[in-house]
């Protein structure tokens, strides 16, 4: 891979401060530029040596960058798009973080115009529940996935510079249609988050909440460790993938509608029958991820 002279993130967080760290790390980039609305994020970014320099949505951040990665909740990136788009330069390469890849290529459609051909649209399936600067791990990409879904009119280029970035932060590239990305996505990562979400949300309405938050342990923690994640984050994925979301909540309800049967039975045999193909299915899973 060439390296990348100029890069520009912009959301300097966990995910855009991973890329750059882990970037940096494999002596790929040369000087990192951090775009945010936070300037006390951006001034972390510096002191944490994430980035080299803070820029601003201006030809001169943008206009010589060999690529800008978007690292925004995906409901940002309709404003961040029609922001940069007269400020890139001709061989500027634009891809994105978004956890969802439909819409961001709509926006992407009708926002970056003639850099159509240079956007990359990408998603790396790496994460924690923190966020901000501080949030940001040189390794978090190693070992993991990253989908790239292109665009018919993508420039070859384009890709293959997207995709050498992740592969020197450590991770696999793999390429998926968009609709199939966000059904994907749904089912094994936006579910869940929906789930712990509402989990945590039972319980603190609760009348006896501080009761039954003092009896929670490991499982509960494990379960909802995910619902401390970023809300607006969240927010913005639940609504831009609704369509898919709405229909792995509507086979969840049937699975748990299944188990609510099996209850009212005391239907021993069928529980055990789930719970053992469940815990198996997991563990086959596990051992494939090692």
């Known amino acids: 891979m060439a390296r990348i002279e100029k890069l520009v993130i912009v959301g300097v967080g966990l995910i855009g401060g991973s890329f750059a760290l882990a970037l940096k790390g494999a002596g790929a980039v040369g000087r990192v530029v951090g775009v945010g609305r936070g300037a006390r994020n951006i001034r972390r970014a510096l002191d944490l040596n994430i980035i080299d320099a803070a820029g601003a949505l201006d030809k001169a951040t943008f206009g010589n960058a060999d690529l800008v990665l978007l690292a925004v909740p995906v409901g940002q990136m309709r404003a961040v798009m029609r922001s940069i788009a007269p400020l890139l330069g001709p061989k500027t390469v634009v891809t994105d973080a978004g956890s969802t890849k439909e819409d961001v290529i709509d926006l992407a459609r009708r926002e970056l115009k003639g850099a159509l051909s240079r956007f990359v649209p990408g998603h790396p399936i790496a994460g924690t529940e923190k966020s901000g600067a501080e949030a940001a791990l040189a390794g978090l990409y190693r070992g993991r996935r990253v989908v790239l879904t292109p665009l018919r009119e993508t420039k070859p280029g384009a890709i293959a510079l997207v995709r050498a970035a992740w592969e020197r932060c450590g ?11 966000d059904a994907v996505l749904a089912t ?8 712990a979400y509402a989990l945590v949300d039972q319980v603190a309405r609760a009348k006896n909440a501080k009761q039954l938050f003092s009896y929670a342990a490991g499982g509960f923690r494990d379960f909802t460790r995910i619902a401390s994640s970023h809300p607006e984050m969240w ?3 639940c609504l831009a993938n609704r369509k898919a979301l709405l229909a792995e909540l509507g086979r969840y309800g049937g699975r748990l509608e299944r188990v609510r ?3 009212e039975r005391g239907d021993a045999r069928a529980l055990d029958a789930l719970f053992s193909g469940a815990r198996d299915a997991r563990n086959r899973w596990l051992k494939y991820t090692q």
């Open 188 to 195: 094994v990562s936006h579910l869940p988050h929906v789930l």
């Open 261 to 263: 049967r099996m209850l």
């Open 235 to 237: 927010r913005d994925i």
């Open 171 to 181: 991770a696999s590239v793999f390429e998926l249609q968009p609709r199939e990305h």
